[in-house]
């Protein structure tokens, strides 16, 4: 029986905090994996909760769950590589009926370990074949091509067709490593050189292949089941859960480092300011850790180690010690080691909290106004520790944006571009640091139930000029504040043709909360994070596949990517309801229309709209060219004539990069330390280690030629000039502002 919480707290996207490894070693043996008791428990458990609180439940069938396979498969091999045609069809056959039953009734997910140890059969065959491919000459001077993008191809149809089809990846792989080649000759010890980063290649693949964990396949296994009904439900094991807590509320207990694994050795990328690494003064970047131990216990060796097992090696309680063997990276002998003993601490996320900036930004009469702008990554929550420092996404905007007024800003963008959504309580609690009081959010619940969120505070933190900035990335929550604020007229917005369009609301439970007989056990549960709501603006208007449609939009690669709720299997579709009651309407078209104008005026005839316009142009070409040749000096042209247009367009941003307004940034946590350059390798892409004089200042934290945030502050600029006229004597308030008189 599942025991749903009183509780709920609700997550609009996310982004997961990833652990990444890249390593060397051969394939072990084949491990045969198996389902523990929990997990089958956890199994039967997300079937039941899909089918009883999930908000599409009514639109997935038993028959639906043969759908599972193919998409399992495609997760295991995106580029339709290692499975074959007929792998597809005798899986659906053996396994496509009775997914259903076997998860709902047995909690059964044999299929996820039989399918995964084909493909792991598979890949070890196809990777020693590959291997005695690259022992032999291979031909780099045809006139065949390779499609690149293989991941809504079909898989293969027979054994000689995948053996064709990876002889052209073989040589696709070779000229990307010569083409990349500094040395204007490619002679046989060029080819040879290339052929052995391949064959490392693919022995790293087969270590990562190897260390594959039974939870890792279940995890992929179940997801897909749960985005059977919407492409943002899914399944958490238990360390993406933890990871997924971290994430939101921006604060882990541990050393504060970042940590990666480079030729099998946990090397220390970043030191994170004001964590417990930071404060010891023991690590620094470089530094590869050879060893883990707790006090009273034995040392552990990681070399060679999954990160994710580094990892939870090295967190642990807060206030409890890790001893560390660590060889220095300055250390002249690599055989040097030394002791560190660090205080596991909370460590703060700072590098994803919101900061702000003031720019000083020309007016077309020469005048100067400082403008402020405060970049929010993500709706993130407050820790549920007494950590004695609140993190919510509201209460550090709020902070900043007192410290944008004492600086005297006369206007404000809101920049949300690659927001993709948080906590809905954030979502609200901030829209109403803008507007005096209202409906921010309508939710309706698959019985057809609407609740109104409302911002019940009537003090309003800035009520000056706004434009929200937004793109193709914005999402869930970012498109709640972003569409409240457009409905109350309050900002105007600017970016994109339209946001990400993802109008739906998820609640994360975690399963030992449900079910008793896992609350009982020791061992760490999974969780599930289901659609249970949509949501709707104040006005009624799902954002739901749609989006929230800016005021002004300003040319975007974004437009050419498949980028979107669109582009999404199992969408909810697009609807509306009745309007809240809320004392606001759109931005006047009085008021629009010349801002629109002027901004369409300089897209025309700014230098940076045109430097803008030819690199889209080009993302373009290249977005259309589908085959890649395998002719080598075909390659080397072409990569050529891209290293031309890319000097060419380096030549134009540094021009345009001078006329930069200058600002003064304003961050809430310690400034971030010097991100460590990793050592040049011998014949690297020119285009990797290159020292530009446009590259971006280690702490800085905003982009050179930002065209986009540039020509948000012009139509705030153009707003404040805008209000002097006239035929904005009577109104209650000037454009792009708060109506003082409801201030409370």
């Known amino acids: 029986m599942i025991r749903l919480p009183l509780f709920r707290r609700f997550a609009l996207g996310s982004a997961l905090l990833a652990l990444s490894v890249s390593t060397v070693l051969a394939a072990t043996d084949q491990k045969k994996f198996s389902s523990s008791s929990a997990l089958t428990i956890e199994a039967r458990t997300l079937v039941q909760l899909l089918e009883q609180a999930h908000y599409n439940r009514d639109a997935v069938h038993s028959g639906d769950f043969a759908e599972v396979i193919p998409n399992f498969m495609g997760d295991l091999d995106g580029q339709r590589l290692f499975f074959l045609g007929s792998d597809k069809a005798v899986f659906g056959t053996r396994f496509g009926k009775n997914v259903y039953w076997n998860i709902s009734g047995l909690g059964n997910i044999d299929a996820a370990y039989d399918i995964f140890a084909i493909y792991e059969s598979r890949t070890q065959d196809r990777i020693n074949w590959v291997f005695d491919e690259l022992k032999k000459d291979i031909d780099l001077t045809g006139s065949d091509s390779y499609r ?63 260390e594959i964990e039974g939870n890792e396949i279940g995890e992929l296994f179940l997801s897909n089941v749960a985005r059977l009904y919407d492409p943002h439900s899914t399944y958490f094991s238990a360390e993406t859960f933890e990871d997924f807590g971290i994430q939101m509320k921006l604060e882990l207990v541990g050393i504060g480092a970042v940590l990666s694994v480079e030729d099998d050795y946990c090397t220390v990328k970043e030191i994170v300011p004001g964590g417990p690494a930071d404060l010891s003064k023991q690590l620094k970047p470089g530094d590869k850790i050879i060893s883990v131990a707790q006090p009273d216990s034995e040392s552990v060796e990681v070399i060679g180690m999954k990160l994710r097992r580094i ?253 979107g709720e669109g582009s999404l299997p199992h969408v909810l579709a697009w609807d509306e309801i009745p309007s809240s009651i809320f004392d606001g309407h759109p931005l006047d078209a009085k008021i629009v229309q010349p801002l629109r104008e002027a901004s369409a005026v300089r897209q025309t005839k700014l230098e940076e709209f045109l430097y803008l316009r030819k690199n889209i142009d080009w993302f373009k070409m290249r977005q259309n060219q589908k085959l890649a040749s395998l002719n080598l000096d075909a390659r080397r042209q072409q990569k050529a004539s891209d290293e031309i247009f890319r000097k060419a367009m380096e030549a134009e941003k540094l021009e345009l990069a001078k006329s930069d307004y200058p600002y003064k940034e304003f961050r809430l946590g310690p400034p971030p330390l010097p991100k460590i350059k990793p050592a040049k390798k011998p014949d690297a892409n020119s285009e990797d280690d290159d020292e530009s004089e446009l590259s971006t200042d280690n702490n800085d934290a905003y982009a050179k030629v930002d065209v986009f945030l540039r020509e948000s502050f012009r139509v705030i600029n153009d707003a404040i000039v805008l209000a002097k006229d006239q035929k904005f004597a009577a109104d209650t308030h000037a454009p792009l502002t708060a109506m003082l008189g409801r201030k409370g």
């Open 148 to 210: 690149f993008d293989r991941t809504k191809a079909e898989w293969p149809a027979t054994g000689a067709a995948a053996d064709e089809l990876w002889r052209q990846r073989i040589k696709y792989e070779l000229i990307a490593e010569l083409v990349n080649k500094k040395t204007a000759a490619i002679d046989q010890k060029a080819i040879g050189d290339a052929k052995q980063v391949v064959h490392k290649r693919y022995e790293r693949m087969l270590k990562n292949l190897g």
């Open 311 to 563: 990892v939870e090696r090295i967190r642990g309680s807060k206030g409890t010690q890790v001893i560390l063997t660590v060889q220095p990276a300055d250390a002249p002998d690599p055989s040097a080691r030394k002791t560190v003993t660090i205080v596991r601490d909370v460590v703060k996320l700072n590098d994803a909290r919101a900061h702000g900036a003031v720019f000083q930004v020309p007016g077309a009469d020469g005048q100067v106004t400082p403008l402020g702008v405060i970049s929010l990554p993500s709706f993130y929550g407050p820790a549920e520790n007494d950590s004695g420092e609140k993190q919510s996404a509201t209460h550090d905007v709020a902070e900043l944006i007192t410290q944008l007024k004492a600086a005297g800003v006369k206007g404000l963008v809101l920049d949300l571009r690659h927001n993709g959504g948080g906590y809905l309580s954030e979502a609200i609690d901030l829209t109403g640091l803008f507007i005096s009081e209202g409906p921010v959010v309508q939710v309706k619940n698959s019985l057809g139930e609407i609740q109104v969120d409302s911002d019940t505070n009537r003090s309003i933190a800035y009520d000056g000029p706004l434009a929200v900035l937004v793109d193709r990335f914005s999402a869930s929550a970012s498109e709640i504040v972003t569409g409240a604020l457009q409905n109350y007229g309050r900002a105007i917005v600017i970016g994109d043709s339209s946001t990400h369009g993802k109008g739906s609301v998820q609640s994360v439970w975690e399963m030992k909360n449900l079910v008793s007989q896992l609350a009982r056990s020791p061992v760490k549960t999974g969780a599930v994070k289901l659609t249970i709501q949509k949501y709707y603006l104040p006005n009624g208007s799902s954002t739901q596949l749609k989006g929230v449609v800016p005021d002004i939009v300003l040319p975007s690669i974004d437009e050419f990517l498949p980028i």
